[in-house]
């Protein structure tokens, strides 16, 4: 039944991405064609619909330890899978686009609990990952083929379910001449090396640490919760970053741990900064978020240091994600990295907001063709799969 | 991706299913041939894959308000998807037959919320089911292209996520001269009425009201949980029916509530039974045991008298389901309905053990092909759709 969508040369393909944060989804329409080394895309229309904070606190809630129970979880499974349905239909009245002619759907979901650690039960080895945001509803609503739920299966090849963005870094950034470095500056920040005309197998990517997460919540505390982000950057842009702190900070032992290696929020806690804010006496917001910044920069610098650059050689920084708009943030990365040719992933047609979405589009174009879509020595899975659950859009009579 | 499997003429197709009485995995593997009303089975093997009670009280917990949050969930479901994944393998070493060879996996998955009711969440009407064993984890352990978790799109479409076996029954068992009668006597009992030569959309289907659930309990807690169930009947044939308590069943609302309608085990629950024993005095376990024998049988009989004989011409009850092994059940059930001819769905190729499991695994198929795969006039979806989610087996290089 997928036969149809695959005969087709140009393809309307719908990414949808509810990142860590969980301020609301990502949506994207592309014009697609071909696959793998012979994709070309181009984005049509690019949308963020928020989430009130009643449906944020209902997702935060959902994720934590013991707040949550299977009735609550089921309801909000199908409460994000209408909200993803609502943001396909969104994108596609924007775009002045009749749904009925996307061809396909590639849907993250919404990440709720992700345990790449192995847990013993009644002896059989697991581990494990949570995506919500019922793809069957988003299939169901829109009528479109919906390919959703990627981790799963990387997971279940043995990798840790990230990152899979590096797939779509090879994708649509390696170069036959030149080395490039793809900077993602999420929640988490994390990174794809692609040395001059790299194979799968030589692509290494991981995180490097915190990307804007500490920053966000620093924000949060010191406005009362009236803001979520440092807007631009201006009120790190007040402080002046300390030394003390810093080093205080630089110390983490996640940093030095060579790769492969994720994070996340827990493993870089507000709590965590806090503490370290008290044990050096730093007494002003403003210095701390100056010295975020330059944490997070650093922590970039330390990564390819350690772990890229003596190996091969690197000519282009490219970063995206909702750090590239604060710009304290990006000034720090240009000092720390200043032999790098830093750019915007924007440069390259990937808008920063929009790179996830685009990329669980071009994941889901990927599956559908019966090619694998991640990298196992990114994630490190023991062999090449198909990541995605497959739903069937509206029935085609034969 | 999936074309090949499509091409082959005759399938291996394994079906896997866990019921509500969450007491192990029914396991089948068959040959099929053909899909829709060319479909040809035959069961090669059948195998019961018995929870520890550790595992089982794992799944009671998982399912219970305010037992288990999200990190416990997304363990339990991974858990659940590699004794799934066991089950496929353990019956192909059974049958000593190579999984490499099996062509499709239909997995139901394990049940632990079903909540068809429309609840209102932010402004949305959500409704939602929850199917917990990780079809990822199945599909990559067994190399097996997967299709599990047919409840969500029915849902989504608007039906009742039930009953999904009466198109296995509709496909299986209709007949152009014959009207039958298809009961299946689970936990919970439901029937499909099948008229003479019948189309899709004259199906009717629905909950008869409980199977075995009340029995099970009630033996669990007069033996001290020692017995989950009265075998061959034994135990309610040392008792009477009691009249008295009968009529106090009987008179639960449900029963005369017409189709479509659904039940679960909170709607007959055994604190309800118990009220039902202190308010009409009757005080011998055996008596209650053959009362809710006869309760069964007569909530049977009620529906066909008052939604069935009126309108189509019946001939056949074919009955399926641990029920069946209840001597006492199927005397009480010959004893209600008289002017049916009773069998036992064994005699038409499938056990009443392996009937789920069997459906499953046809359901599997009928995706594949890209039919659908519910009866819209059984469940009350608005329209035909194709249930399940498809996971790609192993990687097949090009």
């Known amino acids: 039944m997928f036969q149809k969508i695959l005969q087709k040369k140009n393809k309307r393909i719908i990414g949808l991405m509810s990142g860590t944060s969980m301020d609301g989804i990502d949506t994207v329409l592309l014009n697609v064609s071909g ?156 990174l794809t090396a692609l040395p001059p005309n790299c194979a799968p197998e030589s692509v290494l990517a991981f995180d490097t640490g915190p990307g804007n997460c500490l920053i966000d919540q620093l924000v949060a505390s010191m406005t009362g919760n009236k803001e979520q982000f440092d807007f631009r950057g201006r009120y790190a842009s007040r402080g002046t970053c300390q030394q003390s702190l810093l080093d205080h900070l630089l110390d983490h032992p996640f940093l030095s741990k060579p790769p492969p290696k994720s994070c996340d929020r827990t493993s870089f806690s507000i709590s965590w900064v806090e503490e370290a804010v008290r044990s050096t006496g730093v007494e002003n917001g403003f210095d701390t978020l100056a010295t975020l910044c330059r944490f997070t920069a650093c922590s970039v610098r330390r990564a390819c240091e350690q772990f890229l650059f003596p190996a091969q050689s690197y000519e282009e920084l490219i970063v995206s994600g909702g750090g590239t708009k604060n710009e304290i943030l990006m000034k720090e990365l240009a000092e720390q990295l200043s032999k790098l040719d830093i750019k915007v992933s924007d440069e390259y047609g990937l808008p920063a907001d929009a790179k996830e979405a685009v990329g669980f589009a071009l994941l889901a174009n990927e599956a559908l063709h019966g090619h694998s879509n991640h990298l196992p020595a990114a994630t490190g899975a023991r062999h090449s799969a198909i990541l995605g659950m497959f739903l069937p859009g509206r029935l085609v009579p034969e």
């Not at 686009?97 to 002896?123: C, N, Y």
């Not at 009528?143 to 994708?171: S, Y």
Request: hydrophobic share 45%.
């Open 35 to 190: 696959s793998a080394s012979s994709t070309r895309f181009e984005i049509v229309q690019f949308d963020m619909l928020q989430y009130t904070p009643q449906v944020r606190s209902w997702l935060l809630d959902a994720g934590r330890p013991g707040k949550t129970d299977a009735a609550g979880l089921c309801r909000v499974n199908a409460f994000l899978g209408e909200m993803f349905a609502r943001a396909a239909q969104h994108i596609c009245r924007k775009a002045k686009f009749p749904i009925e002619e996307v061809d396909l759907i590639g849907s993250h979901g919404q990440t709720l609990i992700h345990l790449p650690e192995m847990v013993r039960m009644a002896g059989i080895d697991v581990r494990s990952t949570l995506q919500i945001g019922d793809p069957a509803i988003i299939a169901e609503r829109t009528g479109v083929t919906t390919v959703a739920n990627f981790r799963n299966r990387d997971l279940a090849a043995g990798g840790q379910g990230a990152p899979l963005m590096a797939f779509v870094d090879f994708l649509v950034f390696r170069s036959r001449a030149r080395g490039r470095i793809i900077l993602n500056l999420g929640g988490i920040a994390n």
